[in-house]
């Protein structure tokens, strides 16, 4: 079994940032994948941004040019800088990561944390 730790989320004004860490850990041999998804209020959950573990990253339109994607493959851990935060960017964010172990796979989702852009 593999678990996603989530940590970093909490309350930041606009114009703000704020760093959101993802840990996994448990039965894994590679992570080929790993992402950020985020639900706001009465919307379905999006990507917002991955990254493989060759270190191409992709983003969602919205966010392309404030926040950064980036991975540390010895900790298995993803990060999420975000910069110039709006209140639209409010959600909970979500890890997501594909993982490998031995001749398996799985897709695994973190518990969630709390964004909220406010002033």
């Known amino acids: 079994q593999v678990q996603l730790v989530e940590s970093g989320g909490g309350l930041v004004q606009p114009g703000g940032s704020l760093r959101l860490s993802c840990a996994a850990s448990g039965r894994i041999s590679s992570i080929p994948s790993m992402a950020w998804y985020r639900q706001g209020p009465g919307k379905q959950r999006e990507l917002v941004a991955a990254i493989t573990s060759g270190g191409s990253a992709n983003y969602a339109d919205s966010v392309k040019g404030r926040f950064t994607i980036s991975r540390d493959g010895a900790k298995n851990t993803v990060y999420l800088q975000m910069n110039s935060l709006k209140p639209e960017d409010t959600a909970v964010y979500y890890c997501?990561?594909?993982?490998?172990?031995?001749?398996?796979?799985?897709?695994?989702w973190g518990q969630g944390t709390q964004v909220t852009v406010s002033a």
């Open positions: 997501n990561a594909d993982v490998r172990w031995r001749t398996t796979r799985g897709d695994y």
